[in-house]
């Protein structure tokens, strides 16, 4: 038996045994009654706006001017797209009313959303058959549920590519500085992973409160570690480097750290695309910004590549303005591609009855969709499966290395980067 078929019949148990979840009490299960022809397809995407933390707003804001687009456009095969909407204030609690307000509506998919509370928002799902496609990718249970469908590698990916770019880019060692919380514990060990193998060794953890209104003691503990581990390396000659992923934070740590950074100017800073985008650039000063030269790790192509040009079309003449849908937000990038990935299902169900259970069997048919370039063709057949315990669902291990150049961040590297063989050999993977 091969390493990549061992998660899939680990895939199909799961299966199964969600399957037998699902019986309700009446004994059909959800997901399968008939849609009503003339009604539209109806699907939810969630995510935190207003909270102190990581706030989301354009995630929604973009499956809303999709939807408006499907429908000036006559709709999905026919059918108008309806799209609900929830907040859940990064709470545990809310997470859960939203996915019992999706079952309630009857959604055939939860698309395009983020929340880091899975354990509270999934097994609802599950009861329900409802799938969830092209979650952000900060729970882990969007890469163990039978029912989840991710578009990219999720945190899992960015932190081990990450690892993997700043050991190319030589850093002689690497402090990371990241969430106080049960998903930030898990990034030590991701971007250890990535630089396994090189001079920078292990990188130092700084935990951080991921609401604070400034970083100066986190900042000071990663500079310090950065130049007295970073000295005595045999490749201190490239400098240490500091690479923050504190989400909707990460400019404030950045903002903290540069008032330190004047008397240590070798050291180098580096992010993840979410927690470092264009707009953070622009606000700290473009080419002037302290980000200038920061390393990046993203799951698709720089927000300029014209793959992107089908969206910024769409949010131009759907968006209406609305200054939540920013097209360099790889959340709304996320979502973007979340929606391609329906409206192909949708299609490919050529006048059969929509409901949550058919497109989750179109889906797990594994037949290869597109999304235009933006991510290698996305299928969930068994055979596509990371051979890694914790997230076998990841299908899309590809990453992209970018750079901070004249205020704008740039491709560094042509296509993308596979970091599926440093996921499946992560500690946190075995």
């Known amino acids: 038996m091969t390493a990549r078929r061992r998660p899939a019949l680990l895939a199909t148990a799961a299966s199964l045994s969600a399957s037998a979840v699902l019986l309700s009490g009446c004994g059909v299960l959800p997901g399968t009654a008939q849609a009503d022809d003339d009604a539209p397809v109806k699907v939810m995407t969630w995510a935190p706006e207003g909270t102190k933390a990581t706030n989301m707003p354009g995630m929604p804001a973009m499956a809303q001017a999709y939807a408006r687009w ?3 456009e006559g709709g999905i095969d026919g059918r108008r797209l309806e799209v609900l909407t929830c907040n859940d204030h990064n709470d545990t609690v809310r997470a859960a009313r939203c996915a019992s307000r999706a079952t309630k509506a009857g959604v055939v998919a939860v698309v395009g959303s983020y929340s880091q509370h899975g354990r509270s928002f999934m097994s609802a799902l599950e009861g329900a058959g409802i799938p969830y496609i092209g979650g952000y990718g900060v729970a882990n249970q969007e890469f163990s549920s039978p029912l989840s469908y991710p578009v990219n590698g999720g945190l899992p990916a960015l932190m081990a590519g990450n690892g993997r770019q700043l050991a190319a880019g030589g850093c002689s060692h690497v402090s990371l500085v990241r969430p106080d919380t049960s998903a930030g514990d898990q990034l030590p060990a991701l971007i250890n992973a990535g630089l396994a193998g090189s001079d920078s060794g292990r990188a130092t953890d700084v935990r951080a409160p991921e609401d604070a209104s400034a970083y100066s003691r986190q900042a000071r503990r990663a500079l310090d570690s950065a130049n007295i581990r970073g000295s005595g390396s045999v490749a201190a000659a490239s400098g240490p480097c500091v690479t923050a992923v504190l989400g ?38 473009g080419s002037s910004s302290p980000l200038e030269g920061a390393y990046a790790t993203g799951w698709y192509p720089p927000a300029g590549d014209a793959r992107w040009d089908p969206m910024k079309n769409v949010i ?23 929606y391609t990935v329906l409206r192909q299902v949708l299609k490919s169900l050529d006048g059969e009855s929509v409901t949550a259970k058919s497109v989750r069997q179109t889906l797990d048919k594994g037949d290869a969709l597109d999304t235009g370039g933006l991510t ?3 299928s969930w057949g068994y055979d596509n ?17 970018q750079r901070v150049r004249d205020g704008r961040l740039t491709a560094v590297h ?17």
């Open 414 to 430: 042509d296509g993308f980067v596979d970091v599926q063989q440093m996921l499946e050999g992560s500690p946190s993977a075995s």
């Open 248 to 285: 909707g934070r990460t400019d404030t740590f950045f903002d903290s750290f540069r008032r330190l950074q004047k008397n240590s100017p070798q050291v180098r800073t580096a992010s993840v695309l979410g927690s470092l985008r264009q707009s953070v650039v622009d606000r700290s000063g």
């Open 385 to 401: 499966m990371l051979a890694a315990r914790d997230f076998p669902r990841i299908v899309n291990a590809k990453v992209t290395y």
């Open 316 to 338: 131009r003449e759907h968006a209406f303005g609305d200054n939540r849908v920013d097209g360099s937000d790889p959340g709304v990038q996320t979502t973007w591609i979340a």
């Open 70 to 72: 499907v429908n000036k």
């Open 376 to 378: 290698p063709k996305l």
